[in-house]
């Protein structure tokens, strides 16, 4: 038996042989209807809003007072503390950041922002880079786990991050903060919330600046700082016509600008290489609600856009320089109808059922000069387009408030590579008397190739077929007491098949990559005191390259950590002052050394960060923050650094 399968079974069988598992009335139901006081309400994993505890799916929230009380400014620190979730970063504010889910590259989890699918079509492997998103005006952030391409379409192979915006209500109010800190970082932000008669808004602005480190670690002689800035801003304006019908219209924008050191390691030093990123994202929405809301229609449309561009500095110091720029759009149209069909004390069913559009586009151009030459090197991407048909059909069914099962199906066409089918069944069923859930889900995905892998002029090939994921998961999850103690358990498993490389002969894009990865999620919730609250969790993950012919079948993918562990604690007093701590551990994982192009181990490490705030009066709120406590040296990234020590601190002003 693997060690995946011995530490979920082990886990089980010490959950099920608890005595106190049987008292009677352990969790209680609050109504009929079904709603739960010990669960989150989340969308990504139906469509619709839908209880955690009716949930087959591995799914975790971070809502708005953990966002509030962490005090961190990216979204990407907010998600290392997720189980199931591992990641890099090349350096400091605006490098590269990555995510991976349950083991898969990075471009196999789709990442939604209000509905907007972020993940770049001008990027080769629809990556979506987390440098440039800042956690302004977010009101909570779902991770859902394992395959949900029924439901999504491409991208979501692996899962999807869903970040929702705030929404306004209520008095106008405004809010400002300045902070600053280590590395000569500061933050500035406003925003303004509120509503008037059927009218909600919710804008942000900042700028976050900061000199920063050098990205190629100072450990191998780099000294030059590589420095970051951004602006951002985000908007949700919504408008209730009737209160059977409402639009929304969500717009935002990011301009940042950074500096990167394209190698780690030894002479990595680049003082000359710049980043900078535009992007644009805006999505109009309408919901209308029929038959004594028996039957709900919501519509959309979306337009992103997403524009990197990359250059050494011609001023420098040096006979060679290039320039590129990478200019990706997304157009989405979409259409989904919720009917409940059965609503009664013992038995609901609701059918979820739509259709979607999209349009891809993309053109590049690179530059490498010598000076007083002509370019050496020019590669031109002429614009490419690729659109996507689909519908999907999902049913939730509930029985006597203790079964609940999910069955989708999904159907795709591509105007170059054809069709594909998916599908999903998520089975659940709770036992009241003991406060104990067992679930399980099975599924399967697909990733489009992107527009880089079709039409390169020198790697693209028309004939790819999609890259395609089967996975599956099984757990089981005990409540305690209501409002209380709850942990639990998913053992999952995912094949991905299909995946895009390169011919050894022609250096053409193929299907040939295949992969592995198993493994065990254990998380525990609990919020023993007033004020109180704690969060554990280990993830287990075992990620394995088998492609066939590779000299790495059967190794490790990199940058996949086997051991992951967690723990958050937040304790807040008389709703002024919070105190909270995050530890995040980190195993051993392996890495490429690209100056000997050979397989590397990475130490483990562990991170404790702290925060705090203290509401002097009831507009004015001081922040602090502690990251990194004990200067632990580490990489994430073979050859490039991490930040040390780094303290912040500032102040909230809301009128």
């Given at each position: 038996?693997?060690k995946?399968?011995?530490l ?9 042989s608890?005595p ?14 079904g ?48 189980y ?14 990555n ?9 196999q989890?789709l990442?939604l922002?209000?509905?907007v ?11 979506f880079?987390?440098s440039?998103?800042?956690s ?7 991770v859902?786990r ?8 491409s991208?979501a192979l692996a899962?999807v ?22 590395y000569?970082?500061?933050?500035g932000?406003?925003?303004l919330?509120?509503?008037y ?17 050098s ?11 590589d420095?970051?800035?951004?602006l951002?801003?985000s908007?949700l304006?919504g408008y209730?016509i009737?209160?059977?019908a ?23 030093d ?5 980043f ?7 999505r ?26 990359y ?5 420098a110091a ?7 720029k ?10 989904q109808?919720?009917?409940n069909?059965?609503?009664n ?5 609701l ?6 559009f999209?349009?891809e ?7 490498a ?5 002509p370019?050496?090197i ?5 614009e490419k ?30 105007n170059k ?6 599908y999903?069944i998520?089975?659940?069923?709770i036992?009241?008397?003991?406060g ?14 992107s527009?880089?892998y079709?039409?390169d ?9 999609p ?7 099984a ?18 498993s995912?094949r ?20 592995e990865?198993?493994?065990v ?7 023993p005191?007033?004020?109180?609250e ?6 287990y993950?075992?990620a394995?390259d ?29 709703d002024k ?9 980190v195993g051993?994982?392996?890495d490429?050394?690209f ?36 200067d632990?040296d580490?990489e994430?990234?073979f050859g490039?650094?991490t ?9 909230r002003?809301?009128?």
């Amino acid at each position: 038996m693997d060690k995946t399968k011995f530490l979920f079974l082990l886990f089980v069988f010490l959950l099920l042989s608890f005595p106190s598992f049987a008292q009677e009335g352990i969790v209680q139901k609050t109504d009929s209807a079904g709603f739960y006081n010990l669960s989150d309400v989340v969308i990504s994993a139906t469509r619709t809003n839908t209880s955690t505890i009716e949930l087959a799916n591995s799914i975790s929230v971070i809502d708005s007072s953990e966002i509030a009380n962490s005090n961190n400014s990216s979204v990407f620190d907010l998600l290392k503390n997720q189980y199931g979730l591992s990641f890099t970063q090349q350096g400091g504010y605006g490098t590269l950041s990555n995510v991976y889910l349950r083991g898969a590259n990075t471009g196999q989890t789709l990442i939604l922002i209000d509905g907007v699918e972020y993940n770049l079509p001008s990027d080769p492997s629809g990556v979506f880079d987390f440098s440039s998103l800042p956690s302004d005006n977010i009101e909570k952030i779902e991770v859902l786990r394992g395959p949900q391409s029924t439901i999504y379409g491409s991208d979501a192979l692996a899962g999807v991050i869903n970040i929702i915006t705030k929404k306004g209500s209520g008095k106008p109010k405004y809010s400002a903060m300045i902070e600053g800190g280590t590395y000569n970082s500061y933050k500035g932000l406003t925003g303004l919330n509120g509503s008037y008669y059927k009218l909600n808004y919710s804008l942000t602005l900042s700028k976050t600046k900061s000199d920063g480190f050098s990205a190629a670690s100072k450990k191998y002689g780099n000294k030059e700082k590589d420095g970051f800035d951004l602006l951002n801003f985000s908007s949700l304006i919504g408008y209730k016509i009737s209160d059977n019908a409402e639009v929304n219209l969500i717009a935002r924008y990011g301009n940042s600008e950074a500096d990167y050191d394209q190698f780690g390691g030894p002479g990595g030093d680049d003082p000359s290489y710049i980043f900078g990123q535009k992007e644009l994202s805006v999505r109009g929405e309408g919901k209308v609600k029929l038959n004594n809301n028996k039957w709900i229609q919501k519509f959309g449309a979306s337009f992103f856009k997403n524009v990197r561009k990359y250059s050494f500095d011609t001023s420098a110091a040096s006979i060679y320089y290039s320039h590129s720029k990478y200019d990706g759009r997304k157009y989405k149209l979409d259409w989904q109808n919720d009917l409940n069909l059965v609503k009664n004390n013992t038995a609901n069913f609701l059918l979820t059922a739509g259709t979607e559009f999209e349009l891809e586009e993309t053109t590049s151009e690179y530059y490498a000069f010598t000076y007083f030459r002509p370019p050496d090197i020019i590669s031109v991407f002429p614009e490419k387009s690729a659109n996507t048909i689909g519908g999907f059909s999902e049913g939730q069914l509930s029985l006597d408030n203790s079964f609940f099962g999910t069955l989708g199906i999904r159907y795709d066409h591509h105007n170059k590579f054809g069709s594909s089918f998916t599908y999903r069944i998520a089975p659940a069923y709770i036992i009241w008397a003991t406060g104990t859930k067992f679930k399980a889900t099975i599924g399967t995905g697909f990733k489009s190739p992107s527009l880089f892998y079709l039409f390169d002029p020198s790697y693209g090939n028309p004939d790819l077929s999609p890259e395609k994921s089967f996975g599956w998961d099984a757990g089981i999850e005990q409540y305690f007491w209501s409002e209380g103690f709850s942990i639990g358990a998913t053992y999952f498993s995912n094949r991905f098949t299909d995946m895009f490389g390169f011919d050894a002969i022609t250096f053409k894009t193929i299907n040939i990559n295949k992969a592995e990865t198993n493994g065990v999620e254990i998380f525990a919730k609990a919020k023993p005191l007033t004020g109180l609250e704690l969060k554990a969790n280990y993830t287990y993950t075992n990620a394995l390259d088998k492609s066939p012919g590779s000299a790495d079948y059967d190794k490790k993918l990199v940058r996949r950590p086997t051991d992951k562990a967690g723990l958050y604690i937040s304790y807040t007093f008389m709703d002024k002052f919070n105190l909270n701590t995050e530890v995040i551990y980190v195993g051993k994982r392996e890495d490429i050394n690209f100056s000997t192009y050979s397989r590397i181990e990475m130490k483990d490490y562990t991170l404790i960060n702290l925060a705090a705030h203290y509401n002097v009066l009831d507009f004015l709120r001081l922040n602090l923050r502690l990251d990194n406590l004990f200067d632990t040296d580490y990489e994430e990234v073979f050859g490039y650094a991490t930040p040390g020590r780094s303290f912040y601190g500032g102040i909230r002003l809301n009128f």
